[in-house]
């Protein structure tokens, strides 16, 4: 019988204490990881919008050099035929 009482009073005490131990610890420490679980999707979102401005950017460059050799070409063009009227 006294096994019986001494295994109820143990059970109790670890119930007080588990239950202590997940309001100290288990509770702070699962908020911790919902806010960096939250911080890592921002900046994944962050990283995902830069890649797209970035990708963007690159094809409006690549336009602006096409741009730019083609004005110089007709730049080019351009004073060679006003040399080639000149020198006649």
Known sequence: MEYLQIGSYLCGIFSVVGAAFVFVFVKPLNKSIDG?????NRLSAELR????????????????????QKAHDRIDSALEERAHVSAH
């Open 49 to 68: 919008a830069y890649h797209e401005q970035q990708h963007r950017m690159e094809g409006e460059l690549r336009e602006l050099k096409y741009s730019v």
């Open 36 to 40: 960096v679980q939250e911080a890592v």
